[in-house]
């Protein structure tokens, strides 16, 4: 009985560690409702609100507790024909203003909502200038201070996909004429891959795939004055990708403490960072990479094998469970919140770094 009972502790014990990392508490996942394509702002609070679609509703959800856990979906608004699949969804961002929401139908226009102080959503402007030009459903969409920054896959002129983007220093409620940030000399940017972008002050960093001499290359543009004017593209990263055909994927963008931007990517079935000028790193292999820069260092996370991986400091690999489009933003200096969707439903975990 004595043998039985070691060989079974012992069988135990070998099981038990097979669950996870050596050392590391499983994750705690938590599931938000039905939807689809998440995205996640985080206010000066530190605290995450989550934005999603489920057909034509947009539908919003937020944490007072620092993504421990979150309130009941509720719905901001109904947008007849919602793109909410495939990287296309509704995206939230924080500035002073507060709250605000870029959604696109699939007529090929952008509209944003505010959220008003009473906690109504309501319906506020048209984001595009020129009527059904966003046809793709592809676009970014970031804050920071007074600063709100849009910018898509747009038709305008030849019908051929460009990056174009709006600015908005009243929370949403107006946005500025359209600024045409680069068209390819090759006819058209890579026209399935969502565009990424990042606001920190001022400074403002656009990132696309290019299609560019047969190549499906990431670019960066960067402003220096709050997205007034951009600078040239810069191409990323040493090597090329030579692709008859588009991967659709696009890549992430993050901006440091002191300004400068960092980047993550994927070519062919890798994952690569970088930042513009210097060569890139290979860190994984994979597809829908995010990026977040948290107290000095990058974290990460992208979908591999159908499922989410997350990457945080001193390169501890978790795998958070089956799911495809993670985003991940920083709480605090010492977590990150990841939100993907898993079988059209939201999931949610806090990690600690």
């Not at 960067?222 to 090597?239: T, V």
């Not at 292999?285 to 990026?291: L, N």
Request: net charge positive.
């Amino acid at each position: 009985m004595k043998l039985l009972t070691i060989v079974w502790l012992l069988f135990s014990l070998a099981f038990s560690s097979s669950e996870g990392p050596k050392g590391e508490e499983p994750v705690s996942v938590s599931i938000i409702g039905p939807g689809e394509v998440p995205s996640l702002a985080i206010d000066q609070a530190g605290n995450p609100h989550l934005v999603y679609g489920k057909g034509d509703s947009i539908m919003y959800s937020e944490s007072i507790n620092q993504g421990k856990s979150f309130s009941k979906p509720t719905l901001v608004g109904r947008l007849p024909n919602l793109f909410s699949s495939a990287m296309r969804g509704p995206q939230i961002a924080f500035s002073e203003q507060g709250l605000t929401i870029v959604a696109a139908n699939k007529q090929g226009n952008i509209f944003s909502y505010r959220k008003e102080e009473s906690g109504k959503w309501i319906k506020a402007a048209r984001v595009n200038d020129l009527d059904t030009v966003a046809k793709e459903g592809l676009m970014a969409f970031q804050g920071d201070g007074k600063i709100l920054i849009a910018t898509w896959l747009d038709l305008r002129q030849n019908k051929r996909n460009k990056i174009v983007a709006a600015k908005s220093t009243d929370g949403g409620r107006s946005w500025s004429k359209n600024r045409l940030l680069y068209a390819s000399p090759d006819s058209t940017v890579c026209e399935c891959c969502k565009p990424a972008v990042a606001v920190r002050g001022n400074q403002v960093c656009v990132l696309f795939r290019n299609w560019l001499h047969g190549n499906r290359d990431l670019y960066l543009l960067q402003s220096q004055d709050g997205g007034d004017n951009f600078g040239p593209a810069q191409k990323l990263g040493n090597g090329s990708w030579p692709l008859n055909g588009c991967p659709m994927d696009g890549g992430g963008v993050a901006l440091s403490a002191d300004g400068s931007p960092q980047t993550v990517w994927r070519r062919q079935n890798k994952i690569f960072a970088c930042e513009p000028g210097k060569p890139e790193m290979e860190i994984g292999a994979g597809r829908s990479c995010s990026i977040e820069r948290v107290n000095g260092k990058n974290v990460y996370a992208w979908t591999e094998n159908g499922e989410v991986i997350g990457v945080l400091a001193q390169n501890k690999k978790l795998i958070l469970g089956k799911g495809i489009l993670p985003v991940i933003r920083a709480i605090g200096n010492d977590h990150v919140l990841c939100v993907w969707e898993n079988d059209r439903q939201i999931q949610t975990a806090v990690l600690e770094l």
